[in-house]
């Protein structure tokens, strides 16, 4: 069988010589390590491997190269290998440059030069390209194939879930004549739209989340009827608790409704999270996280709906939309917030038609050319509209308040200062959007002077505000007045647990009013909204579900 290649371009040849003996040394038996002095020539063997069939696994690249520098090398080799993972070598003087080159190429990591020893600095970020690679595979784009149109609010729906999911596919508009030979030969007409055609030939017509979930080969069913942690949420808070329940020995099972990651898997890039000085896209954050739980053992269940929650003796009974249930010793209710709906006349008519809440990366190539807005100040807005601003002619960011400075962090409002088509808009808001059957304008209201104006749109992406979604809750957990869940010492007043407490201790600190029942990340009252803290509650929630546990 052929071994997979790793790549090194290096132009000093020396440096090239010793790249290739260490990449050798530990991972000779089961890779083929190629090595190149330029980027030119490494692009041929680039293309050779290809021709050949032989899988390229990894490339590691030096910054600075004559004629064609890495960052330039790497942008041209995903082209000829874009399963590869891209890696640069670069000197310690370079780092600002390459950090912001790396923004633009997408490169995993970057290595500084002295790698010396190896066993610190190389080979655990090889070992890492390495394994993304095996997780992800070489998998052709055409394994399954959508069919719709752009303005089709349940197209963006599937489209959406297939992308958040990781499934890779390919889309076909029905003006297109490949679409419309598809549609032709599935039967189906443009009202049957989304049609999704799955690696066998199946025909899905207008599909649930669900049915697109089974399809592709996504966990929809529980294995067990019992578990010891049932995690509700997979956003950051819901992985972490998944990942540390099931590496310290318990049975665990996560359950998310639409898509693994939460808002934080839809943003395009997380700069400020520990241990990422160059930045990582919530989609790799999510995939890392999502490997990580199950190879620890934790099951992972996608399109679910959970719907209910019951308490039946020591049991915790979660019950699921489609009437089936699953009980655990203790559940951790990490169910995150959705965006607050935009109340205006039209928005909710053209929603998915042009009107989206998040970031919605699978309507970036629609939006070449188009003016497009942004409507929030928070980070979430920030990273959406940087991301945008590589794609559409004009991006405006709308704020209601009188700056970004209270809502949004500085590195990313100097970050929108430096882009040219990138404009912000404060004390105005959206009254209305207009469109025949997509949205083509918004009339856009001045705070301060009351004037309105009408605005030519092409999309618009609202981040504003945040519900928690927990009326399923009701008269079982305690809540605040919006919803969000009290937990801990939020519950004790002037020295009294919450009514209907069986214990004879206090609530610990991330314990919701029914005891077992933890809770972590944004859809706790009071927390702190960003991801760092939330993968920290996750945590934190684990061991003290140990501690209760150790209680009954």
């Not at 188009?370 to 002619?393: L, M, P, R, T, W």
């Amino acid at each position: 069988m052929t071994k997979p290649v790793l790549i090194t371009v290096d132009d000093d040849p020396g440096v090239s010589r010793s790249v290739a003996r260490d990449l050798r040394r530990r991972y000779g038996q089961d890779y083929r390590v190629v090595r190149a002095e330029s980027g030119q020539e490494a692009l041929e063997a680039l293309r050779e491997l290809t021709l050949r069939g032989e899988p390229v696994a990894a490339i590691l690249a030096d910054y600075r190269m004559p004629e064609m520098n890495g960052i330039e090398f790497l942008e041209q080799a995903m082209d000829v290998a874009p399963y590869a993972r891209r890696a640069l070598l670069t000197a310690y003087a370079d780092t600002d440059a390459a950090i912001q080159a790396i923004n633009l190429v997408d490169v995993d990591h970057y290595l500084l030069k002295p790698w010396d020893p190896p066993e610190e600095k190389l080979y655990p970020v090889i070992d890492a390209l390495v394994e993304t690679w095996r997780a992800v595979g070489v998998r052709p784009v055409e394994d399954i194939r959508v069919v719709g149109h752009r303005w089709s609010a349940e197209c963006f729906e599937a489209r959406d879930f297939l992308a958040r999911n990781s499934v890779p596919y390919r889309y076909y508009s029905i003006d297109e004549p490949e679409g419309a030979r598809l549609l032709d030969a599935a039967g189906a007409t443009p009202d049957d739209v989304p049609l999704v055609i799955t690696t066998d030939g199946t025909a899905l017509r207008s599909p649930s989340d669900a049915e697109i979930a089974t399809a592709c080969g996504l966990t929809t069913d529980p294995v067990s009827d019992f578990y010891d942690l049932i995690v509700i949420g997979g956003g950051p808070a819901g992985l972490g608790s998944a990942v540390y329940g099931a590496s310290e020995g318990l049975r665990t099972v996560l359950v998310e409704r639409q898509a693994t990651g939460g808002q934080a898997g839809q943003s395009s890039r997380i700069e400020n999270y520990l241990g990422f000085p160059d930045g990582v896209s919530g989609s790799q954050l999510t995939d890392r996280a999502r490997r990580q739980a199950a190879k620890f053992g934790a099951e992972v269940l996608t399109a679910r709906d959970v719907i209910g929650l019951e308490v039946r003796g020591s049991a915790r009974v979660v019950r699921f939309g489609d009437g089936s249930e699953i009980a655990a010793h203790a559940v951790v209710l990490a169910t995150g917030v959705s965006y607050r709906s935009l109340d205006a006349p039209g928005i909710a008519d053209l929603t998915g038609r042009g009107v989206f809440y998040g970031s919605a990366a699978t309507e970036a190539a629609g939006c070449s050319g188009e003016d497009i807005y942004i409507i929030g100040g928070a980070n979430s807005a920030g990273q959406a509209a940087v991301f945008f601003a590589k794609h559409a002619a004009t991006v405006t960011v709308l704020v209601r308040g009188p700056s970004l400075e209270a809502s949004m962090s500085t590195y990313l409002i100097k970050q929108l200062d430096a882009i040219d088509n990138i404009s912000v808009r404060t004390r105005c808001q959206v009254v209305e959007a207009h469109g025949d059957g997509h949205l083509q304008s918004l009339t856009i209201c001045d705070r301060d002077t009351e004037a309105v104006e009408s605005v030519k749109a092409g999309s618009m992406f609202v981040f504003i505000g945040a519900a928690p979604r927990t009326e399923w809750l009701d008269g079982v957990i305690e809540r605040d007045a919006r919803g969000f869940v009290r937990t801990g010492p939020d519950l004790v007043v002037d020295g009294h647990c919450p009514p209907g407490w069986p214990l004879d201790r206090e609530p610990y600190h991330l314990e919701s009013s029914v005891p077992g029942v933890f809770v972590a990340g944004d859809v706790r009252a009071e927390s702190v909204k960003r991801v760092a803290s939330a993968v920290g509650e996750g945590a934190m929630a684990v061991t003290l579900v140990h501690r209760y546990l150790a209680e009954q």
